[in-house]
């Protein structure tokens, strides 16, 4: 077997696997997928060179787009300037420099009709795949989203209903070349049968933009069709292709009269729209539809992820905040944003995000002007090479070349409202028809023949299996410390402190670029009496994992080490965003507390009855108001307090002994055991308050 046909082979096994992997004892599925691409795709790079010891010259095929993607590459390099975490900037660099690698290996061995379609056969039986896991969830035959039915218990293989959605888009039109180009009769009602299956599943998901985005890219191939009008190789498949179409068309009929395509708010989103159709006129009245449909699909968030995005374009105009640094500074531009008078109210009830939910804005905010200078270069130059291949080419790869850029297309659309270049399977797709659509199997134009002879190509090779080595150890590193990270965090969750913290403390030292681990850990060594180590470490997470959870513990852990500037200081972070309610009561109990180390008494006493207006059944603001007016000498109004926090503690105790089905409390979680042990605690703590008092 030929080197080229063994590469190939490897690209079909990647594309084939990397989808459909799931690694339980991780984060997440995305992370997984993450690692073990970054160790296969280094195989491949040693493969890919290893040819230079049999033939005395490598000759690689390289696409012009190549050159742009090298810019877009030195602007990741100098976003590092600006970023919070260099480190986090060099692990999302080695990303791209992979994903450009890969392109260029696929651009380079793919040369025949044949090699496309078991690559693109791969990525629907992927698909295919990927679909059924998603449909027995939806049944409920197997278990999806933790506490979810229906389409909310939709994770498939990818993590996520919305990034299974956006995979079959994109995968869909590129599809159809597996059906044109197979020749057994079974080949073809496979890819028949699976293009239908990736339709329907789309619409389950019930995601509006991929909704949205499939009949513009539709469009869009009909004019893009008219204009070379390749008609050989669909008079050729006619009959699958009426076959497609019409099955396409009658799953669209059947989901729009079928009450699955309701979404559980249409009756309120409805309502709301007819009411207005009465008074307002006909645009309005479309205005009003677009607005509702932009509302019950996070619309608004998304808003807020660009306005934030924004800000960080502005504040660094030229190298950005730092290539995956978005989500290291959303909370801090969050909170500095919400604070600001030109906010809108329902603007600032947003929470943090860890992507802005549009590609372009993303790029424009972690890499600057130059990032998106260097991305529009990429697909400009992409578009014109596309676009003078469809020229140069006969029909039966004209029609190939417009299936491909339709899968580039809906990516790139779909791009502008989510995250797919975030998502390891669409980032796969997407190199995959790039690296496809410019290939030797389409001719050489807009490409050059790269000569590497002798000691060059050794050279070359060498270079490729120093990285592959490096990034491999470093990745594979990186999932012990994510798998011990797990462990660690299991631990300390159930009350084994002392256990969990050498294992999180060891997860920090394999971790090239840890974030929450420095939160989880400083969580043990509080509970341990460690407090001076867990205030550096949650220092270190506020800069690296900045989250809610985060600011409140360092602030009560300031407030505890007897700090209260400094606790006012971090906790001023957090009071002008949207909080949970157990995370607001949690927040302004704890300013209230700062008050008390203040002495501002009057103060603390105005915040904690705000309070306990606010939230009438949290028991902690009673217990400190208790507290304020027993130091104060008021007796009746400390007794009033306590009496109140008392009746409150006695009930949740009584509610949560209640759920276990055992007198003896051997069914409850460990969760539920610690709660039950802090409110036996403080129900012993204010009957001797209450004993004290005259």
Excluded at 187 to 197: R, V, W
Excluded at 470 to 486: Q, R, T
């Amino acid at each position: 077997m030929s080197p080229g046909r063994t590469q190939v082979i490897a690209i079909v096994a990647l594309v084939l696997l990397l989808p459909l992997l799931m690694w339980p004892g991780l984060t997440d599925y995305n992370y997984a997928k993450t690692i073990v691409g970054l160790i296969a795709i280094s195989v491949l790079l040693v493969m890919w060179g290893a040819r230079v010891w049999r033939e005395p010259c490598w000759t690689i095929h390289t696409p012009r787009v190549l050159i742009a993607l090298m810019g877009f590459i030195v602007a990741g390099a100098l976003s590092a300037i600006s970023a919070s975490s260099g480190r986090v900037v060099a692990q999302s660099l080695v990303l791209v420099i992979y994903f450009v690698l890969l392109f260029w290996m696929i651009a380079d061995v793919v040369r025949d009709r044949r090699d496309v379609m078991w690559i693109l056969m791969a990525l629907l039986v992927s698909g295919v795949l990927a679909s059924c896991y998603g449909m027995l969830q939806y049944a409920g035959v197997v278990g999806g989203s933790p506490g979810q039915i229906g389409v909310n218990a939709i994770i498939s293989t990818m993590g996520n209903r919305n990034h299974l959605g956006g995979f079959l888009l994109y995968l869909f039109y590129p599809g159809v070349i597996v059906l044109l180009a197979a020749r057994s009769r079974w080949a073809k009602t496979f890819a028949l049968l699976a293009l239908a299956l990736s339709f329907f599943m789309m619409l389950v998901v019930r995601q509006a933009s991929t909704r949205v985005t499939f009949p513009f890219v539709t469009l869009c191939l009909v004019a893009i069709w008219l204009i070379f009008r390749p008609a050989k190789p669909i008079r050729a498949n006619r009959v699958w292709l009426c076959a497609l179409a019409g099955i396409v068309c009658a799953i669209t009929l059947l989901w729009i009269t079928s009450p699955l395509s309701t979404h559980q708010d249409t009756s309120e989103s409805t309502s709301e729209i007819s009411t207005q159709s009465d008074e307002d006129s006909p645009i309005g009245t479309i205005q009003s539809w677009f607005s509702t449909r932009w509302k019950d699909n996070s619309g608004q968030e998304r808003m807020w992820f660009w306005q934030i995005g924004k800000r960080m374009l502005t504040d660094h105009p030229i190298t950005g905040v730092g290539l995956g640094n978005y989500k290291l500074d959303f909370f801090r531009y969050q909170s500095a944003a919400a604070s600001a008078d030109d906010v809108d109210d329902d603007m600032s009830d947003v929470a943090r995000a860890a992507q802005a939910h549009s590609e372009p804005v993303q790029i424009g905010a972690e890499l600057g002007s130059v990032g998106l200078f260097t991305m529009l270069c990429a697909l400009g130059t992409l578009a014109v090479s596309l676009w003078i291949r469809l020229k140069h080419n006969n029909e039966p790869e004209q029609l190939e070349l417009m299936l491909l850029s339709c899968g580039i297309l809906a990516f790139l659309v779909h791009s502008l409202v989510s995250f797919p270049a975030h998502v390891v399977g669409s980032s796969l797709e997407l190199v995959v028809f790039c690296g496809v659509a410019c290939s030797a199997r389409y001719g050489q134009s807009m490409s050059t023949a790269l000569k590497l002879c002798h000691w060059k190509g050794k050279l070359v090779h060498a270079v490729l299996v120093v990285i592959a080595v490096a990034v491999s150890a470093i990745a594979v590193a990186d999932l012990c410390a994510n798998w011990l990270m797990e462990r660690g965090f299991s631990q300390v969750a159930s009350g084994n402190h002392a256990v969990g913290e050498p294992i999180l403390q060891r997860s920090l030292d394999l971790d090239f670029a840890p974030r929450q681990t420095y939160y989880y850990l400083a969580a043990a060594q509080i509970q341990l009496g460690n407090l001076k180590e867990a205030q550096e470490n949650l220092e270190r997470c506020m800069t690296l994992f900045p989250d809610t959870e985060v600011v409140l513990t360092y602030s009560e852990l300031l407030v505890d080490m007897q700090e209260p500037a400094m606790a006012q200081s971090v906790l001023d972070t957090v009071l002008h965003v949207s909080l949970q309610e157990t995370d607001e009561q949690r927040a302004r109990f704890l300013e209230g507390r700062i008050a008390v180390q203040e002495k501002e008494y009057d103060r603390a006493i105005r915040l904690f009855e705000s309070l306990a207006v606010d939230h009438p059944s949290y028991e902690m603001s009673y217990v400190a108001l208790g507290q304020i007016y027993a130091g104060l000498g008021a007796s009746a109004l400390a007794r009033t307090s306590f009496l109140r926090a008392l009746d409150l503690i006695t009930q949740k105790l009584a509610s949560v002994a209640s759920d276990s089905s055992l007198p003896s409390l051997l069914s409850e979680t460990q969760q539920d055991r610690q709660e039950i042990e802090l409110m036996t605690r403080q129900i012993e703590y204010l009957r001797e308050q209450l004993a004290t008092l005259p």
